[in-house]
Nanobody, 120 residues
Framework: QVQLVESGGGLVQPGGSLRLSCAASGSLFSINDMGWYRQAPGKERELVAR???????NYADFVNGRFTISRDNAKNTVYLQMNSLKPEDTAVYYC??????????????WGQGIQVTVSS
């Protein structure tokens, strides 16, 4: 009933930039929190950044001002602008959305994940 489609990943050199997008679709009544998480090989999935419907954001410490999360509520889309990328940012990045369906049931949905590789 809810689909999340991520785009924008790929290979980038250290110091470069990428912009990830995640579009939600389906029987959506409202979306509360949207966020980005990542999982590197052999490590647990971790929060990168999240944003509420009102625009309040929070970031993981490792972001250190390099990434910016934003959302377009009209398009049900969340973005992650990543600058000054480092090799340690290499991971599969996952979008997550929480909200309510038209049936008034709550949902919590993960995207399929998108690879980001930072390498020279």
């Amino acid at each position: 009933q809810v689909q999340l489609v991520e785009s924008g990943g790929g290979l980038v050199q250290p110091g470069g930039s990428l912009r990830l997008s995640c579009a939600a679709s389906g029987s959506l009544f409202s979306i509360n929190d949207m966020g980005w998480y990542r999982q590197a090989p052999g490590k647990e999935r971790e929060l990168v950044a999240r944003i509420t419907s009102g625009g309040t954001t929070n970031y993981a410490d490792f972001v250190n001002g390099r990434f910016t999360i934003s959302r377009d509520n009209a398009k049900n889309t969340v973005y992650l602008q990543m600058n000054s990328l480092k090799p340690e940012d290499t991971a599969v990045y996952y979008c997550k959305a929480d909200g309510m369906l038209f049936s008034r049931s709550y949902f919590s949905k993960w995207g399929q994940g998108i690879q980001v590789t930072v390498s020279s």
